[in-house]
């Protein structure tokens, strides 16, 4: 079974743009990309349309290209809808949202350079960064 999740992790990795470097884990997260799920494991990078879920008694750090940082509490579901960070070309684009559970957000490169092009978003509101540090609990 090992063996499958690291191919999976293989694949997804060659086929998808890297955006998160997965920091620290604890307990049990699992991401989901075009219907293939696999565990999440510190060291490991993820790629936007993703969904992360954490399960009981867990928690996982991401650290994206631009430096935000975003620490996910137990029983959370989040989805990296749309990640741009292109500062040679200028453009940008953080999108994501927390379906359930609790997000610590710290903002990096995105919320200095281009703000307006930040959305986080949950199933009652839309939050507009503009450099700041926030935590988000969705029931």
């Known amino acids: 079974m090992k063996y499958i999740v690291l191919l999976v992790s293989m694949i997804v990795s060659i086929y998808a743009k890297d955006i998160a470097f997965v920091k620290d884990v604890s307990g049990e997260v699992s991401a989901t990309l075009n219907n293939d799920a696999f565990t999440v494991s510190p060291g490991g990078w993820l790629s936007d349309e993703m969904l992360i879920a954490t399960k009981d008694n867990s928690s996982v750090t991401l650290i994206f290209k631009d430096n935000s940082v975003v620490i996910l509490g137990s029983n959370s579901i989040f989805v990296l809808e749309k990640y741009v ?31 307006e092009n930040f959305i986080f978003k949950t199933p009652e509101a839309t939050i507009g960064i503009r450099g700041t540090k926030f935590v988000a609990k969705v029931l």
Not at 90 to 114: C, M, N, P, R, W
């Open 85 to 115: 960070f292109s500062p040679a070309k200028k453009e940008y684009d953080f999108q994501v949202k927390l379906e359930k559970g609790t997000a610590s957000f710290e903002s990096g490169k995105i919320g200095e350079l281009a703000p």
